[in-house]
């Protein structure tokens, strides 16, 4: 009992969830390496366009759980039940109009993407309401800052993707992306434990003040259009390169990808931890830049370390997670990490002042944004070509967000 009670002491939740993410992240490599071995760099493409719209999924989604998590902490009583039941509501139809947008226009993103499956993009439509109501629990928790309960959400998620997916390429003969989205979909089910029903009512006896719907619209929309440009950002290049290279090529280039975004994933541990402490001291009247500071260190010390270890052993770490038939990409691969890092520090400043709500950010992102995928559409004569833009684009959206916080010292 003693050295439970001492673990107990030294163990802080926060800490408990920054393990938990390394591993979840750890396990989504897995993920990723297992597919790109077993399928190979051709009919990983697909696989790995999955994992993309998973990627741009997740991002709308954390438009729900970012304000979850905000009005979790500024509301109580009868106006968070009517908030809570506003999300809801909006989660599950915006969730299914996006859903059934995807299933009808499935054999329109098979010619766009160069696909073999088309039921691939019907079976992940059939998910996306689920993830929509598994964001909104975990800003609940995020809310209240249960790390524990966060933790398990992201952990049965991983898992049971990880798991049910290699089960179903075993041992299922069916076309392999049809068999990962599958794997995807049931995951989602899985990511709503620890599962507690709660009805849902679209005629709810409480409803928010007109000034605090106001507050609730107006962050909603802030945080949609920043999430919109990190979709734009953070995929946009994977997408461009699988409708203008061929397989092979957006294969090894999807290789490259999920190797180079490790500082990013890694990132959005801090960027977790960041909103709801941010929210609590602003609430309280303390000063927030603290807090950035503690976390831009922190990411800008792991960026050094990868880009680094990218640098000096690029063929080493490609081989052993993916093998040697995408070695190809080793000489990219420490620029990529660059572009990554960049973004990922310049992430962290956004989203603090998002929790502030200070809109220029999501301007400056949504610019930078769209020029990147302008420079890709004009520009893409080679890999390396596509990879060195990013890199131009992220150092330019760096400075633009360190000029904008040079401008608010004093918050």
């Given at each position: 009992?003693?050295?439970?009670?001492?673990?107990?002491?030294?163990?802080?939740?926060?800490?408990?969830?920054?393990?938990?993410?390394?591993?979840?992240?750890?396990?989504?490599?897995?993920?990723?390496?297992?597919?790109?071995?077993?399928?190979?760099?051709?009919?990983?493409?697909?696989?790995?366009?999955?994992?993309?719209?998973?990627?741009?999924?997740?991002?709308?989604?954390?438009?729900?759980?970012?304000?979850?998590?905000?009005?979790?902490?500024?509301?109580?009583?009868?106006?968070?039940?009517?908030?809570?039941?506003?999300?809801?509501?909006?989660?599950?139809?915006?969730?299914?109009?996006?859903?059934?947008?995807?299933?009808?226009?499935?054999?329109?993103?098979?010619?766009?993407?160069?696909?073999?499956?088309?039921?691939?993009?019907?079976?992940?439509?059939?998910?996306?309401?689920?993830?929509?109501?598994?964001?909104?629990?975990?800003?609940?928790?995020?809310?209240?800052?249960?790390?524990?309960?966060?933790?398990?959400?992201?952990?049965?998620?991983?898992?049971?993707?990880?798991?049910?997916?290699?089960?179903?390429?075993?041992?299922?003969?069916?076309?392999?992306?049809?068999?990962?989205?599958?794997?995807?979909?049931?995951?989602?089910?899985?990511?709503?434990?620890?599962?507690?029903?709660?009805?849902?009512?679209?005629?709810?006896?409480?409803?928010?003040?007109?000034?605090?719907?106001?507050?609730?619209?107006?962050?909603?929309?802030?945080?949609?259009?920043?999430?919109?440009?990190?979709?734009?950002?953070n995929n946009s290049d994977v997408l461009l390169v699988k409708h203008y290279f061929n397989s092979l090529d957006a294969g090894l280039y999807a290789s490259l990808a999920l190797i180079g975004r490790v500082v990013y994933f890694?990132?959005?541990?801090?960027?977790?931890?960041?909103?709801?402490?941010?929210?609590?001291?602003?609430?309280?009247?303390?000063?927030?830049?603290?807090?950035?500071?503690?976390?831009?260190?922190?990411?800008?010390?792991?960026?050094?370390?990868?880009?680094?270890?990218?640098?000096?052993?690029?063929?080493?770490?490609?081989?052993?997670?993916?093998?040697?038939?995408?070695?190809?990409?080793?000489?990219?691969?420490?620029?990529?990490?660059?572009?990554?890092?960049?973004?990922?520090?310049?992430?962290?400043?956004?989203?603090?002042?998002?929790?502030?709500?200070?809109?220029?950010?999501?301007?400056?992102?949504?610019?930078?944004?769209?020029?990147?995928?302008?420079?890709?559409?004009?520009?893409?004569?080679?890999?390396?070509?596509?990879?060195?833009?990013?890199?131009?684009?992220?150092?330019?959206?760096?400075?633009?967000?360190?000029?904008?916080?040079?401008?608010?010292?004093?918050?």
């Amino acid at each position: 009992m003693t050295a439970f009670s001492f673990v107990n002491k030294k163990i802080t939740p926060e800490q408990i969830f920054m393990t938990s993410v390394l591993v979840v992240n750890g396990g989504n490599y897995l993920y990723n390496l297992i597919l790109g071995r077993m399928l190979g760099p051709a009919a990983f493409a697909d696989a790995a366009l999955l994992i993309t719209l998973l990627l741009v999924l997740s991002f709308v989604g954390m438009t729900f759980q970012l304000v979850t998590t905000k009005f979790n902490i500024l509301f109580s009583g009868n106006q968070w039940k009517a908030f809570e039941n506003y999300m809801h509501k909006y989660a599950i139809i915006f969730g299914v109009a996006i859903g059934a947008l995807l299933f009808l226009f499935a054999n329109n993103l098979q010619q766009l993407f160069n696909t073999e499956s088309v039921t691939m993009f019907r079976v992940f439509a059939v998910g996306i309401p689920l993830y929509f109501i598994m964001s909104i629990k975990r800003g609940k928790y995020q809310g209240k800052q249960n790390y524990t309960n966060l933790s398990v959400t992201y952990q049965s998620e991983m898992w049971s993707r990880l798991l049910v997916t290699l089960a179903l390429l075993l041992l299922v003969p069916m076309n392999s992306a049809f068999l990962v989205a599958v794997g995807i979909v049931i995951s989602f089910v899985f990511g709503l434990m620890p599962i507690k029903f709660k009805k849902i009512s679209f005629a709810a006896s409480n409803i928010l003040t007109v000034e605090n719907k106001k507050k609730v619209t107006t962050f909603i929309l802030l945080t949609a259009g920043y999430e919109l440009t990190q979709i734009i950002i953070n995929n946009s290049d994977v997408l461009l390169v699988k409708h203008y290279f061929n397989s092979l090529d957006a294969g090894l280039y999807a290789s490259l990808a999920l190797i180079g975004r490790v500082v990013y994933f890694v990132a959005w541990m801090f960027v977790m931890l960041l909103l709801p402490a941010v929210i609590e001291k602003r609430k309280e009247g303390k000063r927030t830049a603290p807090i950035l500071f503690k976390y831009v260190g922190y990411i800008s010390l792991l960026s050094v370390t990868i880009v680094a270890g990218c640098y000096l052993f690029p063929e080493t770490i490609i081989s052993l997670m993916f093998g040697d038939a995408y070695l190809e990409m080793s000489s990219l691969l420490w620029q990529y990490a660059l572009a990554t890092s960049l973004f990922a520090i310049s992430n962290i400043f956004a989203y603090y002042f998002l929790s502030l709500d200070y809109y220029v950010p999501v301007i400056l992102s949504g610019i930078l944004g769209l020029s990147q995928i302008g420079l890709i559409v004009f520009f893409h004569s080679s890999l390396a070509m596509v990879v060195q833009l990013q890199i131009i684009v992220m150092l330019a959206l760096l400075f633009a967000q360190l000029l904008y916080f040079s401008s608010k010292r004093n918050i």
